[in-house]
């Protein structure tokens, strides 16, 4: 079944304490992104990935890493988790540009 | 960056009755995109409809573009309790290499 696969789909950590969110799609896409969701901001994308080894910043990059060394997966890195990074995220990748987006069933990630 | 502005907010129907949904953005696009998203999970791709187009349908589905207002409109004819979800406008700017931005989005609540 073609689709994006975002794990873990909950996840409680404390701060400071590094994490990684995995992402990865078996449609050989070539664009993946990372968006987080918060009630009355709607989905603001974090960072981006044209292709492998290419990545760009987003609307709100600051305090999240992102790598794109194989096509498939684009992990995402919170070095140091604060709580205002409780959100919930999601991954989604597109065939090439001027496509649809498929999306991972997301992760809520509470820091405490 | 731009975004897509989707109006109204919230909307509230009965089963059976026709639902629009409007999207306004504000630089030239590639494409515009419609997204369904149930409480929590992901989003799901509707339809895409380019620069070039006016409108498109798909099922109960009929989005329009007006490339001159810069906004597009989602109706949904023949409302089902399923529909309830909210629903995201995506623009695809035309300038540089920047993916999709969402509005805030729709709250469509049908009632059976």
């Known amino acids: 079944e073609a689709q994006v696969t975002q794990n873990p789909r909950y996840l409680i950590t404390v701060t400071g304490k590094k994490l990684t969110v995995t992402c990865s799609q078996n449609m050989n896409h070539e664009y993946m992104s990372w968006y987080r969701q918060d009630p009355g901001l709607g989905l603001r994308q974090i960072y981006y990935?044209?292709?492998?080894?290419?990545?760009d910043k987003g609307d709100v990059p600051e305090g999240y890493k992102v790598s794109r060394k194989e096509k498939r997966n684009f992990p995402l890195i919170l070095e140091s988790p604060s709580p205002n990074q409780t959100s919930l995220y999601f991954c989604?990748?597109?065939?090439?540009?001027?496509?649809?987006?498929?999306f991972g069933s997301g992760t809520r990630l509470t820091v405490v | 960056s731009q975004q897509g502005e989707e109006d109204p907010q919230a909307l509230s129907i009965q089963e059976g009755e026709n639902a629009t949904m409007n999207c306004s953005y504000k630089t030239s696009i590639n494409n515009l995109q419609w997204y369904r998203q149930n409480s929590g999970r992901g989003l799901v791709h509707l339809i895409l409809i380019r620069s070039n187009e006016r409108e498109k349908h798909s099922g109960r589905l009929r989005v329009t573009l007006d490339t001159s207002k810069k906004s597009s409109s989602l109706l949904i004819t023949a409302s089902r309790a399923a529909d309830t979800a909210s629903y995201f406008c995506a623009t695809d700017a035309m300038s540089g290499n920047t993916p999709l931005v969402f509005g805030k989005g729709t709250r469509l609540s049908v009632i059976a």
């Open positions: 989604a990748s597109s065939l090439r540009e001027n496509y649809g987006y498929t």
């Open positions: 990935s044209m292709n492998v080894e290419v990545t």
